[in-house]
């Protein structure tokens, strides 16, 4: 894929930032990464290696990667982890679980999950993609029987 670019700062280079800093949002950092690769600048650069190297969703990773390639830099795309993005994303899903008080549904508790825990909610959702519902149905599942029957998963 051919990417056309400028060789000068992008003139909202501050909202770049800002949307490659959201750790809350990779669909606001996707298109940060976008943008930063029709700008080719110290900056965009720099955003675009620590994007590369540290972001959490290997789609952010991986766009930032192609981008710097296309700038011609030399850059090695980092694996893609394997096992849990987050520490104890279990004992921190249980925890939620266990602080609801009665049934809920599960698009509740989905909203609970974002709420309570949104990075991790973000990591995964996009990680995942059309496997998260299930991923997050299995790690529940996984619980003890007193705690899998506060959340419909029909509803």
């Not at 700008?39 to 991986?62: A, E, G, P, T």
């Not at 011609?72 to 279990?90: A, S, T, Y």
């Amino acid at each position: 894929m051919k990417y056309i670019f400028r060789e000068e700062p992008a003139p909202n280079i501050e909202d770049l930032k800002k949307m490659a800093s959201n750790k809350l949002d990779a669909t606001s950092r996707l298109l940060a990464v976008e943008e930063l690769g029709k700008w080719k600048s110290r900056q965009s650069i720099d955003i675009l290696w620590q994007l590369m190297m540290n972001d959490l969703v290997y789609s952010v990773k991986n766009e930032a990667f192609l981008r710097l390639q296309a700038f011609g830099e030399d850059v090695r795309l980092p694996k893609k982890k394997k096992g849990n993005l987050i520490n104890q994303i279990e004992s921190k899903i249980e925890k939620i679980v266990k602080s609801i008080d009665g049934p809920i549904s599960y698009s509740d508790f989905l909203k609970l999950f974002q709420e309570k825990q949104p990075e991790a909610f973000d990591v995964y959702k996009h990680d995942k993609e059309i496997r998260f519902d299930t991923w997050l149905k299995n790690i529940i599942n996984n619980f003890t029987t007193e705690i899998k029957v506060k959340i419909d998963f029909s509803k």
